[in-house]
Structures are given as structure tokens and as C-alpha cells.
Nanobody
Framework: VQLQASGGGLVQAGGSLRLSCVAS????????MGWFRQAPGKEREFVSQ????????SYADSVKGRFTISRDSVKNTVYLQMNNLKPEDTAVYFC????????????WGQGTLVTVSS
């Protein structure tokens, strides 16, 4: 399985972006799809995840109420709708996959840069 993330860009504070992550094959063995981010000089951090089969979601406290994760099983795509963006949301955003039988996320996309100007 390969993941291709897109949708990053430059936006002003308060603006919105939607990230997309397309999986190269049908996610029959995927448990969760997630979004992570890494800001300059910082470690990668969890942003959000969605259960591929049930659609249940979870979010980091820092993005709750502003970001929404969703998936389209037909298109093998997971989305991250980001609203009311803040400068501290500036980071490279990565999508990731957690497969059945695994203990963690171990499939990673290449990342897409989100820059929020103040």
C-alpha cells in the first residue's frame, strides 16, 4: 500500500484547507488511517485518525472543533478538513495507515506542507 497526500499550501490565519490522502490499493486490511504533522524543529505529532470500517474518529486536543477527518471507501481516500487555521498549525502533514495485525502506524505518505501566515 502506498499513500499519496496532497492539498497543502499557504493560507492566512482563520482560513481553511482540505488535505487528501489516496491509497494505492483498496484498504481491505487497514484498521485506521491517520494524520500526523511535524513542525520545524519539533517531533512528529498525532493530529487525527479514523477507523476505516466504522468511521469512528479521534483528534488531538489542539485541533478539536477545527479539524474534521473523513474517508471515502470507494475512492480509497481520507480527508482532513482544516478550518480556522492558526500559525501554530504550520507543519508538514503526513497521512499514515495502520494495518490489521500491526501494533502501530507503519505505512506513511510523503507529506504535504501547510503554512499559515499571521
Amino acid at each position: 500500500v502506498q499513500l499519496q497526500a496532497s492539498g497543502g499550501g499557504l493560507v492566512q490565519a482563520g482560513g481553511s484547507l482540505r488535505l487528501s490522502c489516496v491509497a494505492s490499493v483498496r484498504n481491505n486490511n487497514i484498521l485506521f488511517m491517520g494524520w500526523f504533522r511535524q513542525a520545524p524543529g519539533k517531533e512528529r505529532e498525532f493530529v487525527s485518525q479514523i477507523s476505516w470500517s466504522r468511521g469512528s474518529t479521534s483528534y488531538a486536543d489542539s485541533v478539536k472543533g477545527r479539524f474534521t477527518i473523513s474517508r471515502d471507501s470507494v475512492k480509497n481516500t481520507v480527508y482532513l478538513q482544516m478550518n480556522n487555521l492558526k500559525p501554530e498549525d504550520t507543519a508538514v502533514y503526513f497521512c499514515a495507515g495502520w494495518r490489521l495485525g500491526r501494533s502501530k502506524y507503519e505505512i506513511w505518505g510523503q507529506g504535504t506542507l501547510v503554512t499559515v501566515s499571521s
